[in-house]
């Protein structure tokens, strides 16, 4: 259920897989009333969003929301928020919906049971979910060093016994983070992980061998319930 397609770099990838996420959520637009988009924070995906928001699609009909949150709000310059805001919610995109993560409570675990709330109500499966992936095979806030990171795997859960979103301290000081959890993460119609460098390559081969908490995204990589298109630059 793993297809790779390799890139020399992020700017032949971008484009790419742009217009793959585009073509996902125009399918889901086709049969719904809207299309649920989760996409990831950090450096790599501000190419892709920066192709993305120039898609020909009913943004008006399109809800975008984040798959993970550094517990900060917008100002903060680590604000995926921000990062969204920014690089996608721009032009033909800045017509779509934006759900996010941060709360604005005094912490990620005590925002979540208002975010259950918010997801709850959302239509699913994801149209599309771009994941990136950390030099230590974390992906989201899935940390290997997350203290919670079972509660955060729920390996066997479903979205209907599985919490959303959970806290993910002690993996990133100082900043606390909200995830969303393995069974959400993999509730999508199409998952994309995004990543570029040798040094990510060596993690990711690793991660391809099997399940393995040393790295979390190496789950996503051995499920076979949703499809996972890898987009990889070697440099
Ligand atoms: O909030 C975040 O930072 C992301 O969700 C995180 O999981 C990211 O995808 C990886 O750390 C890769 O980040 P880069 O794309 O910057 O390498």
């Known amino acids: 259920m793993t297809e790779i397609r390799w890139f020399d770099d992020n700017t032949s990838l971008a484009p790419a897989l742009a217009a793959a996420v585009a073509e996902d959520v125009r399918a889901a637009l086709a049969t719904d009333p809207a299309a649920i988009l989760a996409v990831s924070g950090g450096r790599s995906p501000v190419p892709v969003f920066e192709a993305l928001r120039e898609a020909d699609l009913d943004w008006a009909r399109v809800i975008v929301t984040l798959v993970d949150e550094r517990w900060v709000p917008e100002t903060d310059p680590a604000s995926n928020a921000a990062l969204v805001k920014t690089h996608l919610l ?140 890898v987009f990889a630059a070697r440099s």
Request: net charge neutral.
């Open 90 to 229: 721009q032009g033909k995109a800045a017509a779509a919906r934006f759900l996010p993560l941060y709360t604005g409570d005094a912490s990620a675990a005590a925002a979540e049971t208002r975010l259950a709330r918010s997801f709850a109500e959302l239509p699913r499966p994801f149209a599309a979910l771009i994941l990136g992936m950390g030099d230590d095979g974390h992906t989201a806030s899935l940390f290997p060093a997350s203290p919670n990171l079972e509660a955060g795997l729920a390996l066997g859960g479903t979205v209907e016994n599985t919490p959303p979103c959970l806290a993910q301290v002690g993996a990133i000081a100082p900043t606390e983070r909200v995830s969303l959890t393995l069974p959400w993460i993999l509730d999508a119609r199409h998952i994309y992980l995004q990543f570029g460098g040798a040094g990510k390559v060596e993690v990711f081969n690793a991660a391809l061998a099997g399940p393995n908490r040393q790295y979390p995204v190496s789950f996503v990589l051995a499920q076979t319930r949703t499809p996972v298109t």
